[in-house]
């Protein structure tokens, strides 16, 4: 692991012990109850700093560190299920309730978890003290005899990847054969699925890490060549996809599952500081996991990817949805026009997800941006649907398409008369410097422009991390038109001020036309590179989408 990289990893393990040595310990004796994996996850790290010698802590500290963590340690394992004779064998709780004691076993915790205990308890043995050693062994020893990850590939998504990664490093901690050969051949059809369909989870922060995270415990810890082998491919393609979507720090484009942590700002990012390093380290970590137990490191080509973009740039990506039937039952097509700094992008088909957490579009800010240090670096307006609770910018209606055009986004919303749905678009603007009229709004978000125009009034109300912005429909309609422009690019044709910026993205020529007709909704827009953008809609049938009269196709849209 190169010098900076790993310092980078020892800094992240370093502020994760803090932080879980600042925890303030509940009743129970447990950190959380929210989530049991998070008591494994922080007092894993504190555990591995002080195995480290837990550089900069007095002695003092280091022994009070290294009882708590041990005891943490020990009371998750003491809440798995430990009886052969049970259905739920071999798993732990995930919420614990007011009583962990008596909290019911649930099979998501061993996914990761399972995987990251194996981990832990190869390369920290030596550290261990006799007692967590042996109830560690016993853990494991009941993961592999209960077989909670004998699941057969059907989805090929995450829970997949983890129940085929515990089954290779079950094979090598416990020599069997059989297991392993299995293990492998699971990865090896999940690496094939993936670069033949594409990755489902697009843009999907909490289990695309989750895959990374899974195959990079294989990779540590398993040594079976063959195994070892398709971990690795599995990671460089994994990375890849990370980088060709990475903005220093910030995942650009369409995601298909956003948590409170992914969106409207990126705050989920260990594993890209230690990789890349190009933006301030995390302060707090909403999901650890196994951010620095981890010895691998990507490859020159990844890094180059994700850091090393000369130009503006645009990304193309299709989708085919199938299982391991291999039976496609969809197509989805996601876009990007990434630059040095900004991205705009999002994905053209609108997708039901669980818990409807997808966000469609947005403008990412990099964060290492000053913007970025003031609150939130994503700036994207929906319509609230199932699961919106205001004050989360998360969880968009069904209703609405799209037009994507390099640094431009038209959206529009035709929500039928008859349906139960929300009144209101709810927008997210990073703070900055803003002039905001009646119908639109001029930004300057540090070496960004942004103009937003709506169809119908907006308002705006300023909060601790961002700007909220609200626009009613009318008659279930409304539109939104956002255009981004480099500050660099911008100074080149004389635009160097906010008010600059308004004269030249406010002129009367620049407005987008709105058409709310009796049949259908339009919108047209001539973008600052001359491009002629319409999309006009009757409900969710598009009449017309097109740039300088041509109909957008996805003929060159590729699979990644």
């Known amino acids: 692991m190169k010098k900076e990289t790993n310092e980078r990893r020892r800094l992240v393990l370093r502020l994760a012990a803090e932080q879980a040595l600042a925890l303030p310990l509940l009743d129970s004796g447990y950190w959380f109850h929210k989530d049991l994996r998070d008591n494994f996850y922080f007092a894993s790290h504190l555990f591995a700093y002080v195995a480290e010698g837990a ?147 697009y843009g999907c922060l909490p289990w695309h890490w989750h895959w990374i995270q899974a195959f990079t415990c294989v990779w540590e810890i398993v040594q079976d060549e063959q195994a070892h082998e398709v971990a690795e491919e599995l990671l460089e393609y994994l990375w890849k996809l990370r980088a060709e979507s990475y903005l220093r720090g910030a995942w650009v484009g369409p995601q298909s599952r956003i948590w409170p942590h992914d969106a409207p700002k990126d705050t989920n990012t260990p594993h890209d ?78 997708r039901d997800e669980f818990d409807n957490e997808q966000l469609r579009w947005d403008v990412s800010l990099p964060l290492d941006t000053e913007t970025a240090a003031l609150g939130v670096n994503q700036l994207y307006f929906f319509h609230p649907g199932a699961y919106y ?36 678009l709810v927008g997210c603007l990073p703070k900055g410097e803003w002039h905001i009229e009646e119908r639109s709004g001029y930004g300057k978000l540090g070496q960004v422009f942004v103009a937003v125009h709506l169809m119908q009034p907006l308002s705006v109300t300023e909060q601790n991390d961002r700007l909220s912005a609200a626009s009613l429909l009318s008659n279930g309609r409304n539109a939104v038109v956002v255009e981004a422009m480099g500050v660099a690019e911008a100074e080149a044709g004389g635009v160097f001020t906010l008010e600059d910026w308004r004269a030249l993205a406010g002129a009367s020529d620049k407005q987008p036309a709105f058409e709310d007709g009796e049949g259908a909704l339009s919108v047209v827009y001539t973008t600052r590179r001359g491009h002629r953008l319409q999309l006009t809609v009757r409900g969710e049938t598009i009449v017309q989408r097109t740039v300088d009269g041509v109909t957008v196709a996805f003929d060159d849209y590729t699979i990644f």
Not at 93 to 117: I, Q
Not at 140 to 156: C, D, E, F, T, W
Not at 298 to 321: D, Y
Not at 328 to 341: G, I, K, P, Q
Request: hydrophobic residues 40%; negative net charge.
């Open 55 to 201: 550089p900069g802590w007095s002695e003092e500290n280091r022994q009070a560190a290294a009882g708590l963590s041990i005891r943490m340690l020990r009371q998750v394992l003491a809440l798995q299920d430990q009886n052969p004779d049970s259905p739920m064998y071999g798993h732990w709780p995930l919420n614990l309730g007011a009583d962990p004691a008596a909290a019911k076993p649930h099979v998501l915790p061993v996914e990761l978890m399972g995987c990251l205990l194996i981990l832990f308890h190869e390369k920290l043995r030596h550290a261990l003290p006799r007692e967590l050693d042996s109830e560690l062994q016993a853990a494991l020893q009941h993961i592999y005899k209960s077989g909670v990850y004998r699941h057969p590939l059907a989805s090929m998504h995450h829970h997949e990847a983890k129940h085929t990664a515990l089954k290779l490093l079950l094979g090598q901690v416990f020599a069997d054969e059989a297991l392993l050969r299995e293990g492998t051949a699971c990865a090896r059809r999940l690496l094939d699925h993936v670069r033949t369909f594409g990755f489902k989870e």
């Open 273 to 350: 500081y230690i990789q890349f390093g190009d933006f301030p380290a995390p302060t707090a970590f909403p999901r650890l996991e196994g951010a620095a137990l981890f010895s691998y490191e990507v490859s020159v080509a990844v890094r180059e990817a994700a850091m090393n973009r000369q130009a503006a740039c645009e990304l193309k990506r299709k989708i085919r949805f199938a299982g391991a039937d291999e039976k496609v039952e969809s197509e989805a097509h996601t876009y990007a026009y990434l630059t040095n700094d900004y991205a705009l992008g999002g994905i053209w088909e609108r």
């Open 389 to 424: 609770t205001p004050g989360d910018d998360r969880h968009a209606s069904s209703y609405g398409q799209v037009l994507l055009d390099k640094d431009t986004l038209i959206a529009v919303w035709d929500v039928p008369p008859d349906a139960e749905a929300a009144d209101t």
